[in-house]
């Protein structure tokens, strides 16, 4: 059997597939101190793929994703699980995140590919190129 590809969408067609599917699990992979002092997408949820101190991978990142799905309890035959929308900062963290999800077996899962806040411009900046924030989609600090 196949296995699916990880699928690469903008920010806006994250946010028109949010709106579409009601059992949607919406994660940002970012650290914990990114979601919560640099901002986040309204409804996301934070699993980090690493984590500070050491940035080394979450060993528990696909279990954390299984339970959000209450291990497979919103799964249905014709979908397979809700699909799984994957956020960090520029969209590569998601991207080896969303990676190792289809490897383990998962079907629906999206990489929102400018991430949260898009790549660095000419002056090292970011937010001014693309990205979650830069595309004017609801977002949060706390």
Not at 47 to 70: G, T
Not at 107 to 135: A, C, I, K, M, P
Request: some cysteine; proline content about 6%; hydrophobic content about 35%.
């Amino acid at each position: 059997m196949n296995r699916p590809d990880l699928i690469h969408i903008s920010p806006q067609e994250a946010a028109d597939i949010i709106h579409s599917e009601p059992n949607l699990i919406f994660v940002d992979v970012r650290s914990e101190m990114e979601f919560l002092f640099i901002g986040h997408p309204v409804g996301s949820v934070n699993i980090p793929w690493i984590e500070e101190p050491d940035w080394e991978i979450n060993p528990h990142f696909v279990r954390d994703i299984r339970r959000l799905i209450l291990g497979g309890v919103i799964c249905t035959e014709d979908s397979q699980c809700a699909p799984i929308i994957l956020i960090c900062r520029s969209g590569k963290r998601s991207a080896e995140a969303g990676q190792v999800l289809i490897d383990k077996g998962f079907s629906r899962v999206y990489n929102v590919n400018t991430g949260f806040e898009g790549d660095l411009n000419d002056h090292h900046q970011r937010s001014t190129l693309g990205g979650w924030r830069f595309d004017g989609l609801p977002w949060e600090q706390c």
